[in-house]
């Protein structure tokens, strides 16, 4: 079993920066797939972005330019960095693992942005 803890959300302003951790202490992330998804109420969860082990990362267009997702697999931890936050960006974000043949996720992490 892994599991994975996320931190950093919070409440921020229109056009704030916010840097969500994603990090698991039970295995070595670096050869495996992870991802952040987030969930905004009343809507069903979406991709935000996810990064491969040779460090090449997709991001969903809503966020392209905007946010920067990152690995440090010697701390066995993902970033998400968060620049020029808008209100559409609220939603409690997740991070996802693919380890082997399985699917792991976190508890999430709540992000408001709002002034």
């Known amino acids: 079993q892994v599991h994975l803890v996320e931190s950093g959300g919070g409440l921020v302003q229109p056009g704030g920066s916010l840097r969500l951790s994603c990090a698991t202490s039970e295995c070595s992330i670096s050869p495996y797939i992870m991802a952040w998804y987030r969930q905004a109420p009343e809507k069903q969860r979406e991709l935000v972005a996810f990064?491969?082990?040779?460090?090449?990362?997709v991001y969903v267009d809503s966020v392209k330019g905007r946010f920067i997702i990152s690995r440090v697999n010697a701390n066995n931890t993902v970033y998400l960095q968060m620049n020029r936050l808008k209100p559409e960006d609220t939603a409690v974000y997740y991070c996802?693992?693919?380890?082997?043949?399985?699917?792991?996720w976190g508890k999430g992490t709540l992000v408001t942005v709002s002034s």
């Open positions: 996802k693992a693919y380890i082997l043949s399985e699917v792991y």
């Open positions: 990064i491969t082990p040779g460090f090449n990362s």
